[in-house]
Nanobody, 122 residues
């Protein structure tokens, strides 16, 4: 199973970016999501969504600015990030787990992408 991330980059505060993540191989994942890790900090949950249905789940700090969506046919999830802030700067990782329950602990996800850098300048 491989997770291929795209997107990221350097943008000014208030700008938008879209990240995408495609799962390939023999995916048995039922839930996919995004985590992020800033320098010197632990990896934190950003958002996740189930392939089966239901609404995405977000961490509080991004709830009104980020939107997570999925394309089941393409096995791809998209994280639309609007109103970016300097505190959003981090490496963003795509993750997947073989259970439909959306959880926020990184240890519960077994498949990971390599990460993509998002830098927001002030």
């Amino acid at each position: 199973v491989q997770l291929g991330e795209r997107g990221g980059g350097l943008v000014p505060a208030g700008a938008s970016l879209r990240l995408s993540c495609t799962i390939s191989g023999r995916p048995d994942s039922q839930t996919m999501g995004w985590f992020r890790q800033a320098p010197g900090k632990e990896r934190e949950f950003v958002a996740a969504i189930s392939w089966i249905g239901g609404s995405p789940s977000y961490t509080e700090s991004v709830k009104d600015r980020f939107t997570l969506s999925r394309d089941n046919a393409k096995k791809t999830i998209y994280l639309q990030m609007n109103g970016l802030k300097p505190e959003d700067t981090a490496v963003y990782y795509c993750a997947a787990r073989p259970d439909r329950a959306i959880v926020t602990y990184a240890a519960d996800y077994i498949y990971w992408g390599r990460g993509t850098q998002v830098t927001v300048s002030s």
